[in-house]
């Protein structure tokens, strides 16, 4: 059995009515924790999802002083060792959470990326096919919880106090490469079932954070943080 997390935006309620439909019926899943600023009407909903309500106003990267590293914690207080950390603008099929499930990996995922320190991109940059990739991206992706108090030990040494609850990119960049460090493994299998995109915002904040050009060169930093860690 796994267990699903994700954080709700406001906006978002028809989303969270498709997402709840559909894994309301997963035999695989027994467990939805949301996290959202929104008041639902819990009554009637199946009894495996549970809520975690945010004090607003809600404003992107803010919830308010909640980043995305808050996933990890989040994802630790589920009661299965394998959570699905997804966004709230994607639904997965069942078949996809059971393949992900059976690769007993330590991370997996629908999102991947390859990136040689000055290209990103979504196949790799030397052409060779492959069934494995270094950067696993969280918009849909199943961890095994056990390596999360690594992950967020090492976080907290890469990301001050200051910046800690202000991180707003590159989480899942930083969890790839700190369970890679911890398990040893450089790369790590993925899935390319097909998944359902729901809608979403245009939030000017979000693309400003999330250039190509500063992912390489937050990629490069956490590369350059763990190559210098001698443990």
Same mark, same amino acid.
């Given at each position: 059995?796994?267990?699903?997390?994700?954080?709700?935006?406001?906006?978002?309620?028809?989303?969270?009515?498709?997402?709840?439909?559909?894994?309301?019926?997963?035999?695989?899943?027994?467990?939805?924790?949301?996290?959202?600023?929104?008041?639902?009407?819990?009554?009637?909903?199946?009894?495996?999802?549970?809520?975690?309500?945010?004090?607003?106003?809600?404003?992107?990267?803010?919830?308010?002083?909640?980043?995305?590293?808050?996933?990890?914690?989040?994802?630790?207080?589920?009661?299965?060792?394998?959570?699905?950390?997804? *966004? *709230?603008?994607?639904?997965?099929?069942?078949?996809?959470?059971?393949?992900? #499930?059976?690769?007993?990996?330590?991370?997996?995922?629908?999102?991947?990326?390859?990136?040689?320190?000055?290209?990103?991109?979504?196949?790799?940059?030397?052409?060779?096919?492959?069934?494995?990739?270094?950067?696993?991206?969280?918009?849909?992706?199943?961890?095994?919880?056990?390596? #999360?108090?690594?992950?967020?030990?090492?976080?907290?040494?890469?990301?001050?106090?200051?910046?800690?609850?202000?991180?707003?990119?590159?989480? *899942?960049?930083?969890?790839?490469?700190?369970?890679?460090?911890?398990?040893?493994?450089?790369?790590?299998?993925?899935?390319?079932?097909?998944?359902?995109?729901?809608?979403?915002?245009?939030?000017?904040?979000?693309?400003?954070?999330?250039?190509?050009? *500063?992912?390489?060169?937050?990629?490069?930093?956490?590369?350059?943080?763990?190559?210098?860690?001698?443990?």
């Amino acid at each position: 059995m796994i267990s699903v997390s994700f954080f709700l935006h406001p906006s978002r309620s028809d989303n969270f009515n498709r997402i709840y439909e559909a894994y309301k019926d997963y035999d695989i899943v027994d467990e939805v924790l949301v996290i959202t600023g929104t008041e639902f009407e819990t009554k009637g909903l199946h009894t495996k999802f549970k809520f975690v309500l945010m004090p607003g106003p809600y404003t992107y990267g803010k919830w308010p002083k909640l980043g995305l590293l808050a996933r990890y914690t989040f994802a630790l207080s589920c009661k299965n060792k394998y959570v699905f950390m997804q *966004d *709230d603008d994607f639904l997965y099929k069942e078949e996809t959470m059971k393949k992900m #499930l059976s690769l007993s990996t330590p991370i997996t995922g629908c999102h991947y990326r390859w990136c040689d320190g000055k290209r990103y991109a979504k196949k790799p940059l030397n052409g060779v096919k492959t069934k494995t990739a270094p950067l696993i991206l969280t918009g849909g992706t199943l961890v095994n919880t056990e390596y #999360l108090p690594g992950v967020i030990s090492y976080a907290k040494r890469f990301w001050s106090e200051e910046e800690y609850q202000e991180v707003f990119n590159g989480e *899942d960049i930083f969890m790839s490469r700190a369970i890679s460090k911890i398990s040893g493994l450089d790369e790590f299998p993925y899935v390319k079932d097909k998944f359902i995109s729901l809608p979403t915002h245009n939030n000017q904040l979000y693309l400003n954070h999330n250039s190509i050009e *500063d992912r390489i060169r937050l990629r490069n930093q956490i590369y350059q943080f763990f190559e210098n860690i001698n443990e």
